[in-house]
């Protein structure tokens, strides 16, 4: 079997796997990649394979194929202009940013056109797994897979991200808080797959923060909070998007309680305010138990806080 | 094309390999078992501890996290790529000269890391090394000695850099 010539090959090697034997194919459109999903019904993507392999290792999934979507392409980043579609997906005069399913964790973590366009996904992409992992995860697959404890299902739905599914019949768009139904569940059909990621770029006076809390850096976090806001020119909060992941079986979207809180409108935020804010997490978070829900309360105090400084920065400087 | 067995080309450690793998093999025991190049570890196989760490297209991945067959095309550097016995390589160096080690088994993995830590990072920050170690886990010497020596490793080289 080796041609690497090494005379350290041990015979006995093909004793040592450890996944269940499964079938593999190399889809390179996305085409093939639904042909191949359909013919069998336990068949399952493979993106980055970063939450599915371990399941697999660990026996708690046996697909009997797997589709690796990777030669398909499906990492573009790119910064899309709006501004002259009064239909956009997003409303007229906006930018957006339509990412690939297989862009990487990393990608999102370190490019700067992410950073400048969704500064809150960038802030949560550093706190999913670790350097290794972020380098093969995906943030359709992260998505897809839709484990209550991951960052970016969350981010999605904060910024209202639609997503582009497609199967045997055709592309769909479906709007990312619509995605996760449940623990690991999403309204994707089996031979249905993610292939991009759009999300509404960020304006001018812009803040955004991710906030979480994890027994060790990397692990999965006990609770997460993602704010994302914008100032008017006068400095008041003009809009405010705020999701939570952790605290029960899909992303918790917290914009409305803290609008109800009174953080939209204010132009600075005292430790009043912000307490009022952490009640009304708290009072939001009704499906964990009163630890985690203190603890996002907390959470999203604290991002709200970082948030609005890194807004109040931007808007000052655009005025310098 | 659907097959219980692909045939695999990539480039390890600078030089050419073609193999008949399963696919169901992980770049993990691809490495060890197929190749011999033991100095890969296998330690929780399920992506949690790090020793499997290597660079796949030059990032740091888990070796255990990735089909072989699915690094069919990539060019593979584990740590036997990196110094001898005689030259160590400056992490490796490091890391000796900070006793960073105790029993070894996390080491080649944490050598990995910091080797792409670097790379993207000439002079990272205690901080940053902190948190690129994340990700491997080490249960005897434990990392103050490991972060002196990357945050050395990458100080050196930045003050040679800037004497050239």
Same mark, same amino acid.
Request: aromatic letters at 2%; proline letters at 6%; charged letters at 20%.
């Given at each position: 079997?080796?041609?690497?010539?090494?005379?350290?090959?041990?015979?006995?090697?093909?004793?040592?796997?450890?996944?269940?034997?499964?079938?593999?194919?190399?889809?390179?459109?996305?085409?093939?990649?639904?042909?191949?999903?359909?013919?069998?019904?336990?068949?399952?993507?493979?993106?980055?394979?970063?939450?599915?392999?371990?399941?697999? /290792?660990?026996?708690?999934?046996?697909?009997?194929?797997?589709?690796?979507?990777?030669?398909?392409?499906?990492?573009?980043?790119?910064?899309?202009?709006?501004? /002259?579609?009064?239909?956009?997906?997003?409303?007229?005069?906006?930018?957006?940013?339509?990412?690939?399913?297989?862009?990487?964790?990393?990608?999102?973590? /370190?490019?700067?056109?992410?950073?400048?366009?969704?500064?809150?996904?960038?802030?949560?992409?550093?706190?999913?797994?670790?350097?290794?992992?972020?380098?093969?995860?995906?943030?359709?697959?992260?998505?897809?897979?839709?484990?209550?404890?991951?960052?970016?299902?969350?981010?999605?739905?904060?910024?209202?991200?639609?997503?582009?599914?497609?199967?045997?019949?055709?592309?769909?768009?479906?709007?990312?808080?619509?995605?996760?139904?449940?623990?690991?569940?999403?309204?994707?059909?089996?031979?249905?797959?993610?292939?991009?990621?759009?999300?509404?770029?960020?304006?001018?006076?812009?803040?955004?923060?991710?906030?979480?809390?994890?027994?060790?850096?990397?692990?999965?976090?006990?609770?997460?909070?993602?704010?994302?806001?914008?100032?008017?020119?006068?400095?008041?909060?003009?809009?405010?998007?705020?999701?939570?992941?952790?605290?029960?079986?899909?992303?918790?979207?917290?914009?409305?309680?803290?609008?109800?809180?009174?953080?939209?409108?204010?132009?600075?935020?005292?430790?009043?305010?912000?307490?009022?804010?952490?009640?009304?997490?708290?009072?939001?978070?009704?499906?964990?138990?009163?630890?985690?829900?203190?603890?996002?309360?907390?959470?999203?105090?604290?991002?709200?806080?970082?948030?609005?400084?890194?807004?109040?920065?931007?808007?000052?400087?655009?005025?310098? | 094309?659907?097959?219980? /067995?692909?045939?695999?080309?990539?480039?390890?450690?600078?030089?050419?390999?073609?193999?008949?793998?399963?696919?169901?093999?992980?770049?993990?025991?691809?490495?060890?078992?197929?190749?011999?190049?033991?100095?890969?570890?296998?330690?929780?196989?399920?992506?949690?501890?790090?020793?499997?760490?290597?660079?796949?297209?030059?990032?740091?991945?888990?070796?255990?996290?990735?089909?072989?067959?699915?690094?069919?095309?990539?060019?593979?550097?584990?740590?036997?790529?990196?110094?001898?016995?005689?030259?160590?390589?400056?992490?490796?160096?490091?890391?000796?000269?900070?006793?960073?080690?105790?029993?070894?088994?996390?080491?080649?993995?944490?050598?990995?890391?910091?080797?792409?830590?670097?790379?993207?990072?000439?002079?990272?920050?205690?901080?940053?090394?902190?948190?690129?170690?994340?990700?491997?886990?080490?249960?005897?010497?434990?990392?103050?000695?490991?972060?002196?020596?990357?945050?050395?490793?990458?100080?050196?080289?930045?003050?040679?850099?800037?004497?050239?």
């Amino acid at each position: 079997m080796c041609h690497l010539g090494l005379d350290r090959c041990r015979p006995t090697a093909r004793s040592t796997v450890k996944l269940p034997p499964f079938e593999y194919v190399r889809a390179s459109t996305t085409a093939e990649a639904v042909a191949a999903l359909a013919a069998d019904e336990d068949a399952k993507v493979l993106a980055g394979g970063q939450s599915l392999l371990p399941l697999m /290792s660990l026996r708690l999934a046996h697909p009997t194929v797997l589709v690796d979507i990777g030669p398909v392409g499906l990492a573009g980043v790119e910064v899309v202009d709006d501004s /002259s579609r009064r239909d956009g997906p997003l409303g007229a005069g906006a930018r957006s940013i339509r990412l690939g399913a297989l862009v990487c964790h990393r990608v999102l973590e /370190s490019d700067p056109v992410v950073a400048e366009a969704v500064p809150l996904l960038a802030a949560a992409a550093r706190y999913v797994g670790h350097p290794a992992t972020r380098n093969r995860g995906t943030l359709g697959g992260s998505l897809a897979h839709a484990d209550p404890a991951a960052e970016l299902p969350a981010v999605a739905v904060a910024l209202g991200a639609t997503a582009v599914a497609v199967g045997p019949t055709g592309a769909r768009q479906l709007a990312c808080s619509t995605l996760a139904e449940g623990y690991f569940t999403t309204c994707l059909a089996p031979d249905e797959i993610l292939t991009e990621v759009r999300f509404p770029a960020a304006g001018p006076r812009h803040g955004a923060a991710w906030c979480e809390w994890a027994p060790r850096t990397g692990d999965f976090a006990e609770a997460g909070v993602g704010i994302d806001l914008d100032l008017d020119g006068g400095g008041a909060v003009a809009r405010l998007a705020a999701a939570a992941c952790s605290v029960g079986p899909i992303p918790l979207d917290l914009g409305p309680a803290l609008a109800a809180a009174g953080v939209v409108g204010a132009t600075s935020l005292p430790p009043a305010l912000l307490r009022t804010a952490a009640r009304a997490t708290e009072a939001a978070t009704s499906a964990a138990s009163a630890d985690k829900a203190e603890l996002t309360g907390l959470l999203a105090a604290r991002a709200l806080a970082i948030a609005f400084e890194g807004a109040r920065k931007r808007r000052a400087e655009a005025r310098a | 094309m659907t097959t219980m /067995s692909s045939v695999v080309e990539m480039v390890v450690n600078a030089r050419p390999v073609r193999a008949e793998v399963q696919p169901r093999t992980t770049l993990l025991d691809f490495l060890r078992d197929e190749l011999g190049l033991t100095g890969t570890h296998a330690g929780c196989e399920q992506g949690a501890c790090g020793a499997c760490n290597v660079l796949l297209d030059g990032r740091v991945v888990r070796a255990c996290l990735v089909l072989t067959v699915a690094a069919s095309g990539s060019e593979v550097t584990t740590v036997e790529h990196l110094g001898t016995p005689d030259l160590l390589h400056p992490v490796q160096e490091a890391l000796w000269r900070h006793h960073g080690l105790q029993c070894g088994y996390c080491t080649p993995g944490i050598v990995m890391t910091a080797v792409d830590l670097l790379s993207r990072i000439s002079a990272p920050s205690d901080a940053q090394v902190r948190e690129a170690l994340s990700g491997n886990l080490c249960r005897c010497t434990g990392y103050a000695g490991m972060v002196a020596a990357i945050v050395e490793a990458g100080r050196t080289r930045d003050e040679q850099a800037g004497v050239e």
